[in-house]
């Protein structure tokens, strides 16, 4: 198991607002929950099959989660989350995305099948990128303020 370890000389957690800890072939990132300042996070590259050890980061503003283990996009409702990353996963359902200032969405690349996305929960979503998964139907994305969706559906063999 590879977890994210820290030196013991490392206590003040508060500095950081920035973690870029993409290709370090991660398995448990539960450290990060003490960093509960952290703005912007890239996890990219990775082996996580959950995120849960993010809900303590209240104060996330950007989430890059692409190329991991993935089966949910699911979080604790992040009060200021603009821009969340999660393709390349094997996320199977939007169930759980509800973050009222989140702004671009990206689930390329997924297993999903059907887009059930919530307006109330979603009121700032305007970019939406869901190609590459197995959608059937878009008749669950009742988006108010969306722009822009990047849709396309992955054909199996």
Not at 132 to 137: D, E, I
Request: aromatic residues 4%; glycine residues 4%.
């Amino acid at each position: 198991m590879n977890s994210l370890k820290l030196p013991v000389l490392c206590v003040d957690t508060t500095a950081y607002i920035k973690m870029d800890l993409h290709g370090k072939t991660l398995t448990d990132i539960s450290i990060i929950s003490a960093f509960v300042h952290v703005r912007y996070l890239d996890l990219s590259n990775n082996k996580l099959d959950s995120l849960s050890s993010l809900a303590s980061l209240t104060h996330l503003l950007t989430l890059k989660a692409d190329n991991n283990r993935l089966t949910t996009a699911a979080l604790p409702q992040m009060p200021y989350l603009q821009r969340a990353s999660f393709q390349n996963n094997k996320i199977t359902t939007t169930e759980g995305i509800a973050h009222p200032l989140l702004e671009v969405l990206n689930l390329n690349n997924n297993q999903i099948t059907k887009a059930n996305l919530n307006g109330n929960e979603l009121r700032k979503l305007s970019v939406l990128e869901i190609r590459g998964n197995l959608l059937t139907s878009t008749a669950g994305l009742g988006l108010p303020k969306l722009q822009k969706t990047l849709l396309g559906r992955k054909y199996d063999n």
